[in-house]
């Protein structure tokens, strides 16, 4: 420094020596004045060479002076080594001496390899105090040193500093210096004032402390106060300033500045150099270029500066298009942009270029961890593994940043183990950045190991990281994958400076744990500028609710949100994904239309919006407007919309879009998976089979998807067949399919399979309520109760679906009555049925179809449930099956958008109750496209029921194309009216292009039993054996209703034989009769009031038989046992029991309603019309087939069609 300089002018040495003589206590002989003088001229004149001879040659007799004076010499003349050899021979009496200290300390603060620890220990030992010249080295060497006994000696004297030294601008200065290199900016601040002739220096000294502690907006308070020219560092500190902050102002005080640049530094490369870099961080692409085009003499430095630019500005082709035009040899920092190009790219340029540039580094960069790291980050990006550890082999010193490097990629390419690994390897002290990726490395893997590892490193983490946010960000998400939410809470809560990233850290946390409440929670504390990732958690979990708090608040939150976020489409694909959720499909589209340049994921997400809101027809309309290439989650959505619809247009589109998709998608299993969903819903098996052979690496949910699909397809034996080649582990979803299979074969192969599935199921399953729901369903498919009840009795936390499965089952199997137990047990438990479970309450009422208790239970339905239509038609069906004829009219009207189901279900209660004109009425009302095979089936099913045969056969023949099921219910019709040799005909007709249809001839048979046509019956029943002979439970029943006839007609030995011959040789049981108001069977004595229904039952017969009844024998039909009548076993009949029990109950009862199992039998019939009108009661009874009610008048609603 020029200071130096000055105090070793030769004019001054006489006063210096004379100063020294006075206080020196070593007196000098003539020979020693003699050489000092020699000394003197030789150091004045610069031959040093000569003047250091005599030193050595006389050391003995120099004096202090004399030695002073060489140290000097020393260090003018750069002769470092020297200097240091004159301080080791020094004497105990001449190192105390202050002067020569001094001097030591100049000397020992120019070595250029740094040795300000001398410095300081030579001020350590000065007995006088210092001169500004020492303090100003000293002040130097603390700056240099900047530790902790650096801060104390400089700060200490700066504190003791003489007044008079305060008006030294070049002390100052130095002051000024080390306290910025110590971070005390606000101390140096203060001091900044009190140097009154400030140059430029002075000012860029400041400037860059303040840009180097990112207090950029303070450099340029200061740059604006400056009046002096500035100097090439003093614009490129501004510069850099403007860089940092980026924002309105800095862009309009740098783009100023570069404007009025003189013209000397425009050819000033580290100066263009820094204004590049600045134009860059604004974004200012066109003005970097233009400026990089002005420079003449472009240096690698310059090239560095603008491919960083590009790199930051995610425009790395940009970056590799001009590495290639340059012709420079690289430095290190292009090669590390270049290898961060590749590695943003990633694709097979990138790879050629970054594999061949690496190839031919040269050898002096091969030790250069910067180089090297990047190198490794490069490899890591494309996924070459292998040469990133070769390379990271190869690296002798490595530190932690090079592992931080290795590690972080292991983690990018889902090798979080491998991080774990070669973290226990390391020896070094972590930095910030190796405890964020380990974090993130546990949070991943997120096992026993990763979360011992996670939590000892948290334990251990020095306090200096505990103020990290970047690092506690990365603490709270790996204890949030931990499922650790209190910790991750405590963490958070001790962040005292929380930013926008803490907070928004903690919100993703609570998504992904499905806590989407607290998100919101938190989101009413903040009080910060929310970012866009907040945004964009903020609005997933209002997505996530979808409630009214939910919707409030996404909606504020998106009316308030800012201009810039509005051409975010990251935040724009989240609020209108929200928007979906919340069906307001308008304001989405809204949304949608307002992005100018709409991406592939934005399409996809719109896409995505229709789908889960059953508009897939308007996916494939935006589909067809797309002009983008789509990407595997489009092609996914696509596939999904054609499965929904499967209808030709989805068909076409969707075969079309597998034809022309792209190889590489070809090996996406997500996207074949949709795949094969779509083609499986079109019930193209052959093509969806053929997708799945071509899968080379076929996953569980691959699999789960293809069984899926043959279940759905009726072919569930086909899944199961699937399931045995499987090797792989079930999933939650593969045990739901199989245990699905099963329950819809139900046959010995699927109980044998489905009972072990569940006997080996792992334990973590059998907490999984979807899991267990479909075992319950199963297993009450097979008829096995108990351990249905079991099943679900294991289950910890019951939900709907689970008592809904119960619930169904029972209905499945008869026990429709243990429904309204369960239910009683949800609303104990505090869990409130949903629209399913009142469906199936209301399913068991049709079956129970008793009006009293199924109006007791409908009252218990909430009213906003009750108007949704499938528990409108659903109602429509139960009161029409409880003889409400009334009621189920009254629902049909206040459905306002009827469909097929609603039209369907009225015209079925009109049949039920013998109201066929009332049936035949609503049909032709019913708009023809509306109309399916159900319709037809239940409008002529009430034709059947009420006799009306040309109306039946009108709309028969007016049926475009007639199923299996519609000539069946034809035949039946016929077939009530005694009408045989039609109903052959009709049979005759579908059979010519058909397969016989077994519910046909048992149409028929029943016909028979009516009019005890003995032969005819036979005839029947045997063409039945030789068409069906595998249906044993359908030729068992045809065989009761053959054995029936032949009791009616006396035959009751033959009767006998025949019924025990076919139960022998089909090996099934006969159906038990069952009546219910409460559970009768025939002859039933069990219940505590029999005498008394038994009483009543006589006293009814006596009054019927007063009034004309006669018991009818061919109701018998069975031999009579000794002691028994017709009568007496007629009267034992269930329904009969049944009304008996009314009238004991409740004996002017004015109403009754009874349930029966089976169809019921004409005597009992015959006898309840007159029970009816002696007693001026109305008697409803269900049968198997239909309702007939009993008037007081005495007539029957079924007017003897039944």
């Not at 530790?147 to 700060?155: S, V």
């Not at 608040?553 to 919340?582: A, C, Q, T, W, Y």
């Not at 307002?594 to 991406?599: L, P, Q, T, Y």
Request: hydrophobic fraction near 40%; proline fraction near 2%; charged fraction near 25%.
């Amino acid at each position: 420094m020029l200071f130096i300089k000055n105090i070793y002018s030769i004019y001054r040495f006489q006063r210096v020596l004379s100063i020294y003589q006075k206080n020196n206590t070593k007196f000098s002989n003539s020979s020693s004045i003699k050489l000092n003088l020699t000394l003197q001229k030789l150091f004045g004149s610069k031959q040093y060479k000569e003047a250091f001879e005599i030193v050595d040659q006389n050391f003995d007799i120099c004096t202090d002076i004399t030695i002073n004076m060489a140290i000097k010499a020393c260090a003018i003349s750069k002769d470092y080594t020297r200097g240091i050899n004159i301080h080791r021979k020094l004497s105990s009496h001449s190192i105390n001496n202050s002067y020569i200290q001094a001097s030591l300390i100049q000397l020992y603060s120019l070595i250029s390899n740094n040795m300000p620890e001398k410095v300081l220990d030579l001020f350590d030992e000065i007995t006088i105090e210092p001169d500004k010249y020492t303090v100003t080295v000293l002040f130097n060497a603390c700056a240099k040193l900047a530790n902790d006994r650096a801060m104390e000696i400089g700060k200490k004297l700066l504190e003791k500093m003489p007044r008079n030294f305060r008006n030294e601008d070049v002390l100052l200065i130095s002051a000024m210096h080390m306290l910025i290199r110590f971070g005390d900016i606000q101390n140096a601040e203060n001091l900044f004032p009190s140097i009154k002739n400030k140059s430029i220096i002075t000012y860029a000294t400041m400037m860059k402390a303040y840009v180097q502690n990112q207090m950029s907006e303070k450099a340029l308070d200061l740059f604006e106060q400056i009046e002096l020219n500035l100097n090439n560092a003093a614009y490129n500190i501004v510069f850099n300033a403007c860089a940092e902050l980026a924002n309105d102002r800095a862009m309009k005080i740098g783009k100023k500045l570069l404007d009025e640049m003189p013209e000397n530094l425009r050819n000033d490369n580290v100066v263009l150099t820094s204004a590049l870099h600045m134009l860059m961080k604004f974004g200012d692409i066109q003005s970097a270029q233009k400026l990089f085009q002005s420079i003449q003499k472009n240096d690698i430095v310059t090239y560095g500066a603008i491919m960083k630019g590009y790199v930051r500005n995610q425009m790395p082709e940009k970056a590799l298009d001009l590495f290639e035009q340059i012709e420079l040899d690289l430095n290190n920092v292009v090669y590390t942009i270049v290898f961060a190009a590749c590695a943003e790219l990633a694709n097979d340029r990138a790879m050629k270029i970054g594999k061949k540039l690496l190839n031919k580094i040269p050898k002096n960069f091969r030790n250069d961890n910067v180089v090297l790291t990047s190198a490794i980050h490069m490899l890591m990006k494309f996924g070459d593994i292998q040469n990133a550890e070769i390379i990271f082999q190869s690296i002798k010193n490595k530190n932690i940043i090079t592992y931080g490097a290795m590690m972080k990629g292991y983690v990018e390419n889902e090798m979080a183990e491998k991080a774990l690994d070669l973290f226990e390897q390391m020896e070094l002290n972590l930095n910030n950045v190796a405890y964020n990726i380990l974090f993130n490395a546990c949070a991943e893997v997120a096992n026993d190991r990763a979360m011992k590892i996670g939590k000892k490193l948290l334990d251990e983490m020095p306090e200096n990281l505990r103020n990290d946010n970047v690092v506690l960000n990365s603490v709270i998400h790996m204890l949030i994958r931990f499922g650790d939410i209190q910790n991750a809470e405590n963490v958070f809560q001790s962040i005292k400076k929380k930013d926008i990233i803490t907070y928004g850290t903690m919100m993703k946390g609570y998504i992904e744990n499905q806590m989407s409440e607290k998100v919101l929670d938190l989101f009413e504390q903040i009080e910060l500028n929310l970012n866009n990732f907040a945004y964009t958690f903020v609005f997933n979990a209002c997505t996530e609710l979808a409630n009214d708090r939910a919707m409030k608040i996404g909606r504020k939150l998106l009316d308030e949100m800012p201009e810039n976020l509005r051409n975010d489409n990251v935040v724009l694909n989240s609020v209108i994904h929200m928007l979906m959720k919340f069906g307001d499909i308008q304001n989405a589209e809204n949304v949608f239309q307002s992005i100018r340049e709409k991406d592939i994921i934005t399409y996809g997400t719109m896409m995505n919006g229709y789908i889960e809101n059953q508009m897939s027809e308007k996916v494939l309309d935006l589909f067809e407007q797309i002009e983008l290439n789509l990407n595997n989650f489009a092609y996914t959505i696509v596939f999904n919309a054609c499965a929904e619809l499967a209808n030709d247009r989805a068909m076409k589109i969707g075969k079309k879009l597998l034809d022309e998709m792209p190889e590489n998608l070809r090996n996406d299993n997500v996207v074949l998976n949709s795949v094969i969903h779509m083609l499986m819903k079109f019930g193209d098996i052959q093509n969806a089979e053929n997708v799945f052979q071509s899968i080379k690496k076929k996953d569980i949910i691959i699999y789960g998807t293809m069984m899926k699909g043959y279940i759905e397809n009726q072919m569930s034996e086909k899944a199961l067949d699937l399931f045995e080649r499987i090797e792989l582990n079930l999933n939650n979803f593969a045990y739901t399919f199989v245990f699905n299979a099963c329950a819809e074969l139900a046959n010995d192969r699927a109980m044998k399979i489905g009972r072990k599935l569940l006997d080996g199921m792992p334990e973590n399953l059998r907490n999984d309520n979807v899991v267990l729901t479909s075992a319950i369903h199963m297993l009450m498919k097979f008829g096995d109760i108990q351990n249905a009840e079991n099943v679900f009795q294991s289950i910890k936390k019951k939900d709907t679906s689970t008592y809904g499965a119960l619930m169904n089952g029972y209905n499945m199997n008869g026990l429709s009555r243990k429904c309204f137990k369960i239910l009683e047990e949800m609303l104990k438990e505090n869990i409130f049925p949903d629209e399913i479970i009142w469906n199936i309450v209301i399913g068991a009422c049709s079956k129970i179809r008793l009006l009293r208790r199924c109006q007791y239970i409908i009252n218990q339905i909430p009213l906003e449930i009750q108007n949704k239509k499938p528990i409108q038609i659903s109602l429509i069906h139960m009161w029409g099956k409880c003889a409400s004829i009334e009621k189920a009219q009254n629902v049909f009207q206040s459905i306002v958008d009827r469909d097929t189901m609603t039209y369907t279900a009225m015209i079925n209660a009109f049949g039920l109750n013998g109201m066929g004109s009332e049936a035949i009425q609503l049909y032709r009302k019913m708009p023809n496209n509306l109309r399916n095979e159900i319709s037809h089936i239940c409008v002529l099913n009430a034709c059947s029921h009420s006799g009306l045969l040309q109306e039946a056969w009108n709309i028969f023949n007016d049926i475009p194309l007639k199923t299996e099921k519609i000539y069946t219910t034809m035949v039946d019709c016929l077939s009530r009216l005694f009408l045989f040799d039609e109903a052959q005909n009709l049979i005759n007709e579908y059979e010519k292009t058909n397969k016989p249809s077994l519910v046909m001839y048992i149409s028929l048979l029943s016909g028979t039993r009516n009019n005890r046509n003995r032969n005819l019956s036979e005839n029947i029943y045997n063409r039945m054996k030789c068409l069906f002979p595998n249906e044993k439970q359908d030729l068992m029943s045809g065989a009761i209703l053959v054995s029936n006839i032949y009791s009616s007609v006396g035959e009751h030995e033959l009767a006998k034989t025949f019924r025990y011959n076919q139960i022998k040789e089909l090996g099934t049981n006969v159906k038990l009769g069952l009546t219910w108001t409460e559970e009768f069977t025939a002859h039933d004595h069990s219940h505590p009031k029999s005498s008394k229904i038994f009483s009543e039952l006589e006293r009814l017969t006596s009054e019927a038989i007063a009034h004309g009844y006669e018991c009818d024998p061919s109701w018998v039909t069975r031999q009579l046992k000794e002691g028994e009548t017709n009568l007496s076993v007629l009267c034992g009949h269930s329904e009969r029991i049944a009304i008996a029990y009314n009238f004991v109950e409740e004996p002017d009862t004015k109403f009754i309603q009874v349930t029966n199992n089976l169809r019921v039998c004409g005597d009992c019939h015959q006898m309840t019309k007159i029970i009816a009108k002696i007693r001026q009661c109305h008697i409803i009874v269900g049968d198997a087939n239909r309702i007939h009610h009993f008037n007081p008048n005495g007539q029957c609603s079924c007017q003897d069609h039944f």
